[in-house]
Structures are given as C-alpha cells and as structure tokens.
C-alpha cells in the first residue's frame, strides 16, 4: 500500500464530513430554499469549517447538485422490470399521486426539483438544467410504464401524467395542504382508462 | 386648501418614486426571484435612495406584496359577467391554457405566485398567504366560469383545470418551453366534455 493513500481513520473522517454537510444541506434546502440558505448556515448546521465544507463541494452550485442527485432515486417513478405486469404498471402509474399523510409540523415543500427550478431562472444553468432533466426522466418513465400497462399512447400519458404530478405538487406547496394529489389521481385514472381498452385491460 | 396638503409637484414625484419601484421589483422578481434580488439592487434599478424605497414600502416584505398585488388582475380568469353564454365560458375556461408565445430572449418564468410560495415557504407568512388565497381564488373563478358553461359539478371541474393550470405553468417553467400549455389544454378539453352533455352542450 502506498504511503499516500489516506489511512482508514482519515478517510472514514473525511466521509463523515461529506455525510453531514450533504445532510445539512437536504435539510436547509428543504425547509427554507436554496436562496435562503447561506454558506456560513451550512457549515454551522453540519459542524464543518469552511475550508473542510470547499474540500467536498466547490461551491454552493454543486452543493444543489449533489442534494438534488441524491433525491432523484427517491423520487423518480420506477423503471420497468421485465416481470411487471400490465396490471401492476398501471397501479405503479398511479401511485405517484399516493403521498404519505404530511409532517403537520413542517410546511409541505412539493417537488425539490420544481423548486430549484423557480430559484435558479437561467435555463443554462447546472442546476436548471439537472431540473429540466430531471422532469423529463420523470415524464419518461411514467411512459415506460404505460406502455407495460397496454396504454394506446404511451408517450402522451406519460406528459400528461407527469404534468398531473406537477400540478398536483405544485397546489399543493401553494395552499400548503395535500388534497391535490387525490385530484390529480382522480384524473389520472379517467385517462388511464380512457388509454386501455373498453374493459380496463390494456388495449393491446 | 390647508397647508399641509403636498403640493401638485411634490405629490406627482412621490407616484413616480413608487412606480419607479414597482417596475423595478416586478422586473427584478420575474427574472431573478425573490430571494436573489437585494435591496440595494432594487433601489439602483429603481434610480431611488433606500430612505425613498422605505418611505413607500416598509421593507422587502411589502414589496413582494404590492409586486403580485399587481399582477393578480392580468393572470386570474375572468369574473362570469351577467350576459356571458354558456359556450362562451367554456371558450374562457380553455383560453387559460393559451399563452401568447414566450419571449424567446428570457427564461420562462410560469406563475409568480408558485413561485413566491417556493420562496417563501413559510405557510403563515404575508407572501406565502397571499399566493395561497390567489391559488384559491384562480380555482373560485374556474368553477364559476364551468358554472355558467352547465358543468355538472363546477367546483369539482374549477379545481382540477386550476391543478391542470398550476402543472402546465410549473412544467413550462422547469422545462423552459412551453409544451406543457398545449397537452394541460387537452386534459381540460376532455374534462370540459365530461362534465357537458353528450352532445356537447351544458348539462342542465
């Protein structure tokens, strides 16, 4: 082993620091916005110095990118194993509109992507930009499942479904109360049916 | 005419000191955001000191206030005026998802009360209130206009095209194209036909 390779003890350390400012970060962006979330906030919180805080992330921009890139697994809808049915495709479809009941205690903060979108306007940007991919996998992968699920089209579903999710999160971080997520699923089941067949099983 | 009555000059100044302010924030707002546009930013842009900016606005809070105070006429659907027909509000009711075509120099930008309630997460707080009450009001004037159009329930219908309303324009915003108008358009065109009779024409 070379002696520049950090030893177990330093490197678990280092570890533990990226954990906690990664941590700290989920937490601040979360409850008050990635604007509203200084540096100093951030070191504070996750107990680093700021020359430790500049080691892990160059910056607060790729500070937001690595919050965002660890909710995405999380969040996405699931990709499509080769053993789901058709039927399950379509219950997968809508469970994206099934929300666990909400932390009375904290606002309800919607879609971290939708969010950093609003915060960070230039379309060029890293972090806009992960946003707009981000929105768009989501779409794709609501597609992927229609199409397990028999829908007629399945593309279409999936922007319209992904625009439902949207809207649903979106009113829903507006009037800080989750009823539009019932809605949205309400809605989402008139066009899921109206993309099968006649009986509800898919149409091919 | 009492002497303590500004004079005619001194009071056409004072207008345009607070228009100056206005046009600024509502620019600065739309293409920043809230928490991204500072104070001194606001007064620069304004061409006002920060003792003439707190003469008209008690602080930023207020600001934000009066910005979509001031918006609020352009963007909420029409109130449902005594000789409007029934086929003429189901026209209004689809004519919210129309936008005239973006600027293509600047970001889209969506519903600034989305965004302030992204902003400002806080449910209690003056701004995030306001966007809440707006969402809640667009939905009020939806159900109205579905109403006068014969829908079966026009409350229902009211909530899921402002939910349609609220995903196109959180979408476009994300995305930064503005697609997402067109498919919210024919969601709603279905629901529309839905909640009308069979043959298109108001229920009752």
């Known amino acids: 082993m070379s002696t520049t390779e950090p030893s177990p003890v330093r490197r678990r350390r280092g570890r533990g620091a990226r954990e906690r400012i990664l941590k700290a970060a989920t ?18 919180a996750a107990e680093v110095s700021k020359r430790t805080l500049y080691q892990h992330f160059s910056g607060k921009d790729e500070l937001v990118h690595a ?6 697994d999380g969040l996405l809808p699931p990709q499509v194993p080769p053993e789901m049915t058709a039927r399950e495709a379509g219950e997968q479809l809508l469970a994206v509109f099934s929300w666990p009941p909400p932390d009375p205690s ?12 609003v915060e960070v306007p230039d ?6 930009r992960l946003a707009a991919t981000y929105k ?30 949207d809207g649903a999160v979106a009113r829903s971080t507006a009037l800080n109360a989750p009823g539009s997520g019932a809605v949205a699923r ?4 008139s066009l899921l049916d109206a993309a099968l067949g ?3 099983r898919p149409a091919r």
């Open 106 to 117: 904290a606002p309800l903060r919607g879609c971290p992507f939708l969010n950093a979108a």
């Open 27 to 44: 937490e601040l962006f979360t409850a008050q916005g990635i604007n509203a979330t200084g540096m100093e906030q951030l070191t504070a």
């Open 67 to 72: 919050f965002l890139r660890g909710m995405e």
């Open 186 to 189: 309400s809605i989402a089941t």
């Open 198 to 200: 006649p009986d509800g």
């Open 136 to 165: 768009t996998e989501f779409a794709r992968r609501l597609a992927g499942l229609a199409r397990r699920a028999g829908a007629r089209d399945p593309d279409t579903l999936g922007e319209q479904l992904a625009l439902l999710y």
């Open 123 to 128: 379309p060029d940007h890293p972090v806009h």
